[in-house]
């Protein structure tokens, strides 16, 4: 079974760029049909996807999000990415990495806060 653990900086400043990680363990990220995603919950909101990469390294993302929004793997690390630029205070929210392959298998989420 698939385990996903994000990490990252909890505290990003306006203007600049939120770099997480999603580190998978259980299995690896080059095996196929699996697709890794980002989505994340602001506060008092629902869940918004950001973006999947599928198992032949194409990206997809968010009509609303894709000027900002870069993900990528590493197969050494067994790990994919999530960049998101020019960050503002609506960018704040829990960020989720999830994994999936018929079940659906998700992280603990990570709270990023966008604030001076």
């Known amino acids: 079974q698939v385990q996903l653990q994000e990490s990252g900086p909890g505290l990003v400043k306006p203007s600049q760029t939120l770099s997480l990680t999603c580190t998978v363990s259980?299995?690896?990220?080059?095996?196929?049909?699996?697709?890794w995603s980002w989505i994340r919950q602001p506060p008092g909101k629902g869940l918004e996807w950001m973006g999947v990469?599928?198992?032949?390294?194409?990206?997809y993302y968010s009509p609303s999000l894709k000027s900002r929004t870069s993900m990528s793997r590493s197969t050494s690390k067994n790990q994919f990415s999530l960049q998101l630029s020019s960050v503002t205070p609506e960018d704040t929210a829990v960020y989720y990495c999830?994994?999936?392959?018929?079940?659906?298998?998700w992280g603990q989420g990570t709270q990023v806060t966008v604030s001076s």
């Open positions: 999830n994994a999936r392959l018929g079940a659906n298998y």
């Open positions: 259980g299995d690896s990220i080059t095996t196929s049909y699996y697709t």
């Open positions: 990469i599928v198992n032949d390294v194409s990206t």
